[in-house]
């Protein structure tokens, strides 16, 4: 699949003569996955993705097509090596080997290219840094969190875990509701022998179509909103919300069902033995108020309130999230993380991994977003789709936003200041355009570990706590089963 990817960013040259008649539109495309874009800290010229710097020509259309090679050669790798040898994956310096190989040539290549590569450089370190700074502090805080007694692990109760998280994840985001839930729902099925299946749909559901309806939800939402999509235009992406999410429970509940009744024959596992034995309680309720204070910080960045109406400059947000994990570590008591089991090796994975990912995807979001607008789109299935599609692969958010700016091109709307929302005005094609682009980022970044920053912090927590999770293509034999059949229903029903 990664070299997929990079094959068909190698088909939009095919098509690059035909933008010679008509220059491309250029937007500025974040890509951290998270809410703290450092978009919001430059013109809407000064993008890391490779807008014209002082005439000069954009990024994507000055790195060759073969610069996305050591990009899709990660992804293989993320993909190969627990099959290959898991014994030496398993270790953070060993993953830290194959990333430094791989992203330190690219890193040098876009030197080459002078201030655009540069700016591209700085541009995405900076974002590197946030989006570490959000998942590590959601980490910490939701690890001093901590409920007491015995969840009973039966699908019934699974079921309501899932749609709880789900709920959520809209409102404190779908980091947030996947760090908050996931070691409650793991110690629940402590005694379960089939597990696996229970994670992957929390994935599919806490960790990504359940932030669907907020701009707090998913990062692709919280660029939209900082572009000038209302905040509350996403509530009306609720039939969609309801539907996949629906479904997932459903299927999800029944598949449980099946698995448990497999297992009643197995000591420990009756419903019986499932019965919580001791009351229900929370302790570290404090870092409950240090959760709210990550929300309030995202919300309030965006808003850019106490600076004016204008987003805050970059180094901000980040120190406030960062005394926020500090304050948590501090005022909880080891004692209280030990029952949760807390280390950092998942947040020490996923910061290796996606250092290499932010760097060696600089070339493919490049090109992407020279060339996204000769790839034809003209419906609401093809913007869902092709949005949905390298969302999995690449970060949602810029893919949102590189499809968001081709619509709005194509309408003729200028891509200065809350141009979305200038978009959105010309009329219903609009509003069911993008529409049909946000389900595609927020959705369809469930289809792999790394189209959302909380599917590889759930796998590696999982992990740590025993669970045999599926390997990169494993999961995507999940996700292909379950989440492209519910998608091409979809497709009819909303998108054509």
Not at 48 to 70: C, I, Q, R
Not at 220 to 228: E, R
Not at 271 to 278: A, F, H, L, M, V
């Amino acid at each position: 699949m990664g070299l997929l990817l990079a094959g068909m960013l190698f088909l939009s040259e095919g098509s690059s003569a035909l933008a010679q008649e008509t220059s491309p539109v250029q937007e500025s495309v974040p890509h951290a996955a998270d809410h703290t874009k450092s978009d919001k800290h430059h013109s809407e010229k000064d993008s890391h993705t490779g807008d014209a710097h002082a005439g000069h020509e954009p990024l994507g259309k000055l790195v060759s097509k073969f610069s996305t090679v050591p990009f899709a050669l990660l992804l293989l790798s993320i993909a190969a090596f627990p099959l290959i040898n898991p014994h030496w994956w398993e270790h953070n310096s060993n993953k830290g080997i194959v990333v430094a190989i791989l992203s330190i040539p690219v890193a040098i290549y876009l030197t080459m290219f002078g201030e655009a590569g540069l700016h591209t450089l700085e541009h995405s370190g900076k974002e590197y840094v946030s989006f570490l700074l959000l998942l590590g502090s959601l980490f910490v805080i939701s690890g001093g969190i901590y409920v007491r007694g015995s969840l009973a692990g039966t699908p019934v109760v699974n079921s309501l875990l899932l749609g709880f998280g789900t709920a959520i994840a809209s409102f404190v985001g779908t980091t947030g509701a996947s760090m908050l839930l996931i070691r409650p729902l793991l110690r629940a099925n402590s005694s379960r022998t089939r597990v696996t299946h229970t994670v992957v749909f929390f994935i599919f559901m806490v960790s990504n179509s359940g932030g669907l309806l907020t701009p707090l939800g998913d990062p692709p939402l919280f660029l939209g909103f900082l572009k000038g999509v209302p905040f509350e235009w996403t509530l009306r992406l609720w039939p969609q919300w309801l539907m996949v999410n629906l479904i997932l429970l459903v299927v999800y509940f029944l598949w449980d069902q099946i698995a448990f009744r497999k297992e009643s024959h197995l000591p420990g596992t009756s419903s019986e033995s499932q019965t919580p034995k001791e009351a229900l309680g929370l302790e570290g309720w404090h870092n409950l108020a240090f959760l709210l204070g990550i929300v309030v910080v995202i919300y309030a960045s965006g808003q850019g309130l106490g600076n004016g109406g204008k987003a805050w400059p970059w180094g901000i947000q980040e120190l406030l999230m960062l005394l926020l994990l500090l304050g948590s570590y501090f005022m909880t008591s080891p004692a209280l993380r030990a029952k949760n089991h807390f280390g950092f090796g998942p947040i020490i994975e996923v910061a290796v991994l996606f250092a290499g990912i932010f760097v060696t995807m600089i070339p493919a979001l490049a090109i992407l977003n020279s060339e996204g607008k000769n790839l034809g789109l003209s419906t609401e299935w093809q913007y869902f789709w092709a949005t949905g599609i390298l969302s999995s692969f690449l970060d949602n958010a810029p893919t949102y936003l590189t499809f968001a700016a081709t619509a709005a091109g194509i309408a003729n709307v200028p891509l200065e200041g809350p141009y979305l929302r200038l978009f959105l005005e010309t009329g219903p094609e609009a509003h069911a355009i993008l529409a049909a682009i946000s389900c595609g980022a927020v959705l369809m970044g469930a289809n792999t570990y790394i189209g959302n920053g909380p599917n590889f912090m759930v796998k590696a927590i999982a992990e740590e706590n025993n669970i045999r999770m599926p390997s990169f293509f494993g999961y995507m034999a999940y996700s292909g089963l379950i989440l492209l059949p519910i998608f091409v229903l979809m497709t009819f029903v909303f998108f054509i």
